[in-house]
T-cell receptor, first 115, second 113 residues
């Protein structure tokens, strides 16, 4: 049971470089999320996608872009990385955005360091 | 807006001690409430949930009761083990228009043998 798969697991970037974090889920879920986790701040929502073809901003979208490539895949792109984007990034999926009593399933995370 | 407040950590306990991690929330409507656990180097996984007032979620000896009158969802375990050492997150599924998941800041638990 793969669940939610994120790649890569670790990445070091230089300031100004770009990269794309990949996420795929095999549970036929409609909604997908990208969070960042920083010490003392919990998880903060960057972007989410209610369904294939739609994306919306979360709390901290600046400096990021996303693409919902198809129902399975939801990628996060950093166009010009900054040290403030050093964080652990988690992708999550959920059956349906509007079904409130369902849980989210998380990937293993990507630890990104920007130097 | 909707929010979740968790007690600050870290919490350090001896094995077999009683655990309480406090969680309170602010929300319009009737959110669903969740506790997630994150073991070192891993993603979050669901520990338990409750979807309406007075519901009790339970799993692996952990329990939490959805208290609408006090807007709380405190996590408890009667006897902790070293293997329970992890970070615990309280979360709510918002009923506001964006239907977001909102997380608390997390509470680190360390259990000593």
């Amino acid at each position: 049971n793969a669940g939610v798969t994120q790649t890569p697991k670790f990445q070091v970037l230089k300031t100004g470089q770009s990269m794309t974090l990949q996420c795929a889920q095999d549970m036929n879920h409609n909604s997908m999320y990208w969070y960042r986790q920083d010490p003392g701040m919990g998880l903060r929502l960057i972007y989410y996608s209610a369904s294939e073809g739609t994306t919306d901003k979360g709390e901290v979208p600046n400096g990021y872009n996303v693409s919902r490539l198809n129902k399975r895949e939801f990628s996060l792109r950093l166009e010009s990385a900054a040290p403030s984007q050093t964080s652990v990034y988690f992708c999550a999926s959920r059956v349906e955005l509007t079904v409130m009593n369902t849980e989210a399933f998380f990937g293993q995370g990507t630890r990104l360091t920007v130097v | 807006g909707d929010s979740v407040t968790q007690m600050e950590g870290p919490v350090t306990l001896s094995e077999e001690a009683f655990l309480t991690i406090n969680c309170t929330y602010t929300a319009t409507g009737y959110p669903s409430l969740f506790w997630y656990v994150q073991y070192p180097g891993e993603g979050l996984q669901l520990l338990l949930k409750a979807t309406k007032a007075d519901d009790k979620g339970s799993n692996k000896g952990f329990e939490a009761t959805y208290r609408k009158e006090t807007t709380s969802f405190h996590l408890e375990k009667g006897s902790v083990q070293v293997s329970d050492s992890a970070v615990y997150f309280c979360a709510l599924s918002s009923t506001s228009g964006t239907y977001k998941y909102i997380f608390g800041t997390g509470t680190r638990l360390k259990v000593l043998a």
